[in-house]
């Protein structure tokens, strides 16, 4: 294996360990947050799939094939108690 | 001030429109000045924004969901199909989900959601709305004559227009505050840029329409409205507290048409008894209509002694609207 990229294995893994001790934590935070708010946003345009009409349906039919793919764990999440992840966090 | 001079004195009023109770006349004035503007070599559209639209009526042409119909030179006329256009839209949206995910079918949840949502009542509202953003932003005619829905409707409507806004710009800034959040996970994990939001656009893109709509409704420069009412007590004092809560969504009032004026000369002949109490009855409103709506009267219409539907019959009234007609 040649100097240099051994040298960059190195400097990669240090790098993941950093970012295991500081960034994973936030990130995983960040992106739970934005996981949340993803559904409350599926659920003020589309609040008529729980049978919540929120808004004027004509415009929120164009949002509907954004939102597709998280349209079924968004209607489990929603019409649950607790979150599993809730534990998890 | 005379109809005919607030035409001439605003030239760039280019969008008009005639607001009103049911069967007062909106309609007709819509079309007659159609005609009258047509006349003068301007280039007009009349069309309807009531899913029980009557234009084929009074042209007496099938003009239905048709698109603009050529009534005769530089005059056309449309009436939206509401129906026609949620269910275009609709395949659209199926369409795009089978697109963007390369499905052959879409998913049952989904189909009910999209056939539960066109049975919603405000869907043709929203409907004919959207489409008025496309007529209006097309730009092929000089005018744009709305034939509006009666009050109650066309309140509906303009409200619609700001709760719309509101909702739109509370669900970009959370859409927003979501790339953020995306970006921030991205940044953490190194990662390259987050893909843009395309429903960020996708709402940016439903706001510049309903504003484009809206905005045109309010704007004192470009859009004349104008009250139609009748020399009878219920219509004034409706058409009071109409005026007065189209004031506060700022649509420009441009005047008022009292329509229906039976000509007061027949009072000289031998009328009977009958007629002769309407026509005291009617002098005495239309003194009202003068202390209540003082010099924004614009006109007075007469009652003609058959109704109004064909072209030349539209003619009689462009005239009776705007003076006799002149060459030009």
């Known amino acids: 294996m040649p100097e240099e990229t051994k040298k960059r294995n190195w400097f990669d893994g240090v790098k993941s360990v950093l970012y295991g001790m500081a960034g994973h934590d936030m990130a995983r935070y960040a992106l739970k947050t934005r996981g949340s708010m993803e559904h409350l946003f599926i659920l003020i345009t589309m609040g008529d799939l729980l049978g919540i009409p929120?808004?004027?349906?004509?415009?929120?039919?164009?949002?509907?094939?954004?939102?597709?793919?998280?349209?079924?764990t968004w209607k489990r999440r929603m019409l649950r108690e607790k979150d599993l992840t809730d534990a998890l966090a | 001030m005379s109809l005919r001079e607030v035409f001439e004195k605003n030239p760039d009023r280019r969008y008009v429109?005639?607001?009103?109770?049911?069967?007062?006349?909106?309609?007709?004035?819509?079309?007659?000045?159609?005609?009258?503007?047509?006349q003068q070599g301007y280039k007009v559209l009349v069309f309807s924004v009531d899913p029980q639209a009557s234009l084929s009526d009074i042209f007496k042409r099938d003009i239905f969901g048709k698109g603009p119909v050529e009534i005769m030179p530089n005059l056309y006329a449309q009436e939206i199909d509401a129906d026609r256009r949620i269910k275009e839209y609709q395949q659209e949206i199926r369409q795009k989900i089978l697109n963007m995910y390369g499905m052959d079918k879409?998913?049952?949840?989904?189909?009910?959601?999209?056939?539960?949502?066109?049975?919603?009542?405000?869907?043709?509202?929203?409907?004919?709305?959207d489409e008025v953003v496309d007529i209006v932003v097309s730009g092929k005619y000089d005018y744009y004559i709305y034939d509006l829905v009666p009050l109650g409707h066309a309140l509906y409507y303009l409200s619609m227009a700001s709760v719309y806004d509101q909702w739109i710009d509370k669900i970009t800034a959370l859409r927003t505050e979501m790339e953020e959040y995306s970006k921030v996970a991205a940044v953490m994990r190194r990662s390259k840029e987050t893909e843009e939001d395309?429903?960020?656009?996708?709402?940016?893109?439903?706001?510049?329409?309903?504003?484009?709509?809206?905005?045109?409704?309010?704007?004192?420069?470009k859009t004349a409205f104008f009250f139609v009412l009748v020399p009878e007590e219920m219509i004034i004092l409706d058409t009071k507290k109409a005026a007065e809560l189209f004031a506060k969504f700022d649509v420009p009032l441009a005047g008022y048409i009292v329509n229906r004026v039976i000509p007061a000369e027949l009072s000289q002949q031998e009328i009977p008894e009958y007629l002769r109490n309407r026509l005291q009855m009617q002098a005495g409103y239309l003194g009202r209509i003068g202390q209540v709506f003082g010099a924004e009267v614009l006109t007075h219409v007469p009652e003609f002694e058959r109704d109004i539907t064909g072209l030349p019959m539209i003619a009689r009234m462009a005239d009776a609207l705007f003076g006799p007609a002149e060459a030009k």
Do not use: C, H
Not at chain 2, 24 to 38: E, R
Not at chain 2, 200 to 221: A, F, M, P, V, W
């Open chain 2, 106 to 129: 879409v998913p049952e949840e989904i189909e009910n959601y999209i056939q539960a949502a066109a049975a919603e009542p405000a869907m043709e509202e929203s409907a004919i709305f």
């Open chain 2, 17 to 38: 429109m005639f607001g009103g109770k049911g069967g007062l006349g909106k309609t007709t004035f819509s079309a007659a000045t159609g005609y009258w503007l047509a």
């Open chain 2, 198 to 221: 395309q429903i960020l656009r996708e709402l940016q893109y439903i706001k510049q329409r309903i504003n484009t709509s809206s905005g045109i409704l309010t704007d004192k420069q």
């Open chain 1, 54 to 72: 929120i808004l004027p349906p004509y415009y929120s039919l164009r949002l509907l094939p954004y939102v597709v793919p998280q349209i079924s």
